[in-house]
């Protein structure tokens, strides 16, 4: 039997991912290349749903898409690809939009949160309509499976609607997909402020990990990060969440059980943990940095394993959208 499908994207929005991208997504990306037929996606078309700079996008696209392939996705394996070099995800999500009532797309919490910080009129109609390219993505690629965070559940809601609205009135057509929610994207938080959750739009540079930050910074972040009165190492969401936040990444860096972590540091304070912490922060990042920069030094090269995975994701893409056209009613060209 054929291998279920999944895909999955994320937007060229910073110079680096950050540790709670790497736990919560690119990691388990790698892994899943194993077991499905596997699409990731550098959503660039997204990106440009809030300003940006040209020159910075495009460099933001390279720079995302060596870190997927230096933190382990293998061309053989599963297919990496930037949206933009697909154009049927932009023709899909025309005609989702035209299936998406106003008062339905009003209704998704991250457009009112990312609205809200823009300030109420200057958010682009994009921005609007982003869960709607969103399930275009996803749709386009008959996805089985999407591996995304939690916070992605409502637009996984408005993917499942809009593929079963589409089947219902033109024909069955889409294969709904189901989420496969990654449960560590919720648990890593900032280092400065244990409550928020680490994110490059909200998080102080002091707050986040990023994947190609050189070892110096890394240590002194990890090192400086709030940890709580007491002296005991001892995961308690409650008391010690900025503890538990730590305990929680050297537990998913290493493998070693939370239990097993606190039986190690008991009655050592919390001088010997942290630093414990940051080698093992430095030594999943370094091999990836190193990769990513060998992988930015040939942009040809880059360029070419892109062009390849556009090459695959952009035949079934066209085949999905043979499909939409004639069901749509759209006239063929002759
Ligand atoms: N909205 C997703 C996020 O912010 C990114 C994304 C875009 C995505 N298209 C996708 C995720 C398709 C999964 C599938 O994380």
Partial sequence: MARP????????????????NYLGALRQWVTMQETYDAFYCVVDLHAITVPHDPAELRRRSRVAAAQLFAAGLDPDRCTVFVQSHVPEH??????????????EAARMTQFKDKSAKQGENAASVGLFTYPILQAADILLYQADR???GADQKQHLELTRDLGQRFNHRFGETFTLPQPHILKEVEKITDLQDPSAKMSKSSSSPQ????????PGPLRKKVMRAVTDTGTEVRADDENKPGVTNLLRIQSALTGTPIPELEARYAGQGYGTFKKDVAEAVVEAF????????KLLANETELDRMLAVGAGR???????????????VGFLPRA
């Fill in 313 to 327: 994701a952009g035949e079934v893409a066209r085949r999905t959208m043979a499909m939409v056209r004639d069901r």
């Fill in 90 to 103: 932009a023709e899909l999500a025309w005609v989702l939009n035209c299936l998406t009532g106003m008062g």
């Fill in 286 to 293: 370094t091999p990836i940095r190193e990769r990513t920069e």
């Fill in 207 to 214: 707050g986040i990990l990023d994947v190609l930050e050189a």
């Fill in 5 to 20: 499908r999944v895909l999955s994207g994320i937007q060229p929005t910073a110079d680096s991912f950050h540790l709670g």
């Fill in 146 to 148: 999407v591996p995304v």
